[in-house]
């Protein structure tokens, strides 16, 4: 795995918190060459650059990125190929939101946000990195998912379906650039013990941590996996999402999570 990602230049948005930060700090690990952690959160990017500069000096950047902004997105893109000598190998979109609520309380203003987040903000990513990744003649994106987007849950209608719309994308795309040399993969990262669980009274027993989380997404795109999914749950909801054999107990168990989320309980 380390020879994959030795020397090489790697963005990762959401990258000061979570899963994000816990691949910046791997890939360097890995002898990355140069790291670039965009996030929204200032404070944390400050924190966390600085942390991992002092680690790893000369290789760590961090850039304040909005990824819900097109021209946002694109600045840091530039900024983060000049910081690596005109290369970007890798390009992590990781950024995302996780958007509990019941569907009748939602409005378009919400299904729009969902989408700027989790969909729009990959797309954005893709656009500004692929004149970087034709130059130097190939490179990996990775976008994450999540496991939702198999196995769709209630209260979870729009973050259901921005994920699917992101694997749907990925999908295509690594077929239209596959004869280009740039790959494009699939993340599914299991269920995993960050701050997005503080409001919900804390992560899952069966949760992973980043660490864990990120270790197995970059051996998987080491491989160049279609789709990466960390965990043995997340793989069995694949496979048995739509098998006409499990479709009885694959709607048995979303009826119970659904009716345990109304009584107020986190399931997953």
Known sequence: MKEYYEDKVAVVTGGA???????CELLLSLGAGAVVLADLNAEKLKAETARLDGAYPGKVLGIQTDVTKQHSVASMIAQAAEF????IDFLFN???????????ETT????KFAFDVNFYGALYGIRAVLPVMRSQG??????TASGIAFAPMALQSMYSATKAALVGLTGSLRYEFWDEN????????????TPIWDKAGGAPESAITPQES???????LAANERVIIVTDADREGAINAFRPEAAEGMDQYLLNVA??????????
């Not at 690596?84 to 290369?87: C, I, L, S, Y």
């Not at 990781?94 to 009748?104: E, M």
């Not at 190939?138 to 976008?143: K, R």
């Not at 740039?182 to 013990?193: E, K, L, N, Q």
């Open 17 to 23: 918190s979570g899963i994000g930060l816990a691949l």
């Open 108 to 111: 378009d203003e919400d299904w």
């Open 138 to 143: 190939g490179g990996h994106i990775a976008n």
């Open 182 to 193: 740039i790959r494009f993969s699939t993340v599914i990262p299991g269920t995993v013990a």
């Open 259 to 268: 009716r345990q989320r109304r009584e107020g309980k986190t399931v997953v």
């Open 84 to 87: 690596g000598g005109g290369r």
């Open 214 to 220: 990120a270790r197995g997404i970059l051996r998987g």
């Open 94 to 104: 990781n950024a995302g939101l996780a958007l509990v609520k019941p569907f009748d």
